[in-house]
């Protein structure tokens, strides 16, 4: 049981340059969320996912997309990255009241 | 607006001495809140909920409706509480539940 993955763990791309982040789970939830953690700004809310086939806008979502492929998977895309969006990615589930996090995806650009 | 402040960013104290990391949250209906430690290397994990009123690992949080607060304690730090602290408003719209975290508390315990 994995729980939640993502992928790739660390990417560099250039100012312009599109790039999808992979996030996947195994424990059946509904909920799917993605967040970036920025220091001293914490975690905030990007897009989130109520159940397959929805998704919605969340504290920061300009600059991004979402996909909610399946139940499992829920993918975050980048389609002209910019310097401002350098920052970790988690992506996260849920079930009842916990929430449930990726190892995260540490993103440069430059 | 819904908001939950940490006011420290770092805190450090020495093994055995008291912990108390502090969050005030701004909510207009009934809070639900949360503490979320990440240990380093490790991933984000819920560490306790104010309504199970527990204590994990050693911890406890009580919720204050009054001073709006959810401080997390800990009457003996031990080094391998050293972690980031995160502070979390549960928002429930249609059952659905987001979070508002707080920017976060870095625990450092000395030996």
């Known amino acids: 049981n994995a729980g939640v993955t993502q992928t790739p763990k660390f990417q560099v791309l250039k100012t312009g340059q599109s790039m999808t982040l992979q996030c996947a789970q195994d424990?059946?939830?509904?909920?799917m969320y993605w967040y970036r953690q920025d220091p001293g700004m914490g975690l905030r809310l990007i897009y989130y996912?109520?159940?397959?086939?929805?998704?919605d806008k969340g504290e920061v979502p300009n600059g991004y997309n979402v996909s909610r492929l399946n139940k499992r998977e829920f993918s975050l895309r980048l389609e002209s990255a910019a310097p401002s969006q350098t920052s970790v990615y988690f992506c996260?589930?849920?079930?009842?009241?916990?929430?449930?996090f990726g190892p995260g995806t540490r993103l440069t650009v430059t | 607006a819904q908001r939950v402040t940490q006011p420290e960013k770092l805190l450090s104290v020495f093994k055995g001495a008291p912990v108390e990391l502090k969050c005030n949250y701004s909510?207009?209906?009934?809070?639900?809140l949360f503490w979320y430690v990440q240990y380093s290397r490790q991933r984000l994990q819920l560490l306790l909920r104010?309504?199970s009123r527990e204590s994990i690992k050693g911890f406890t949080a009580d919720l204050n409706k009054g001073e709006t607060s959810f401080h997390l304690k800990k009457p003996f730090a031990q080094e391998e509480d050293s972690a980031m602290y995160y502070c979390?408003?549960?928002?429930?719209?249609?059952?659905?539940?987001?979070?508002?975290f707080g920017t976060g508390t870095r625990l450092l315990v000395s030996p």
């Open positions: 996260a589930s849920r079930e009842g009241y916990e929430q449930y």
């Open positions: 424990m059946n939830h509904n909920s």
């Open positions: 996912s109520a159940s397959e086939g929805t998704t």
């Open positions: 909510y207009s209906g009934s809070p639900e």
């Open positions: 104010h309504i």
């Open positions: 979390a408003l549960s928002l429930m719209n249609t059952g659905f539940q987001k979070l508002v």
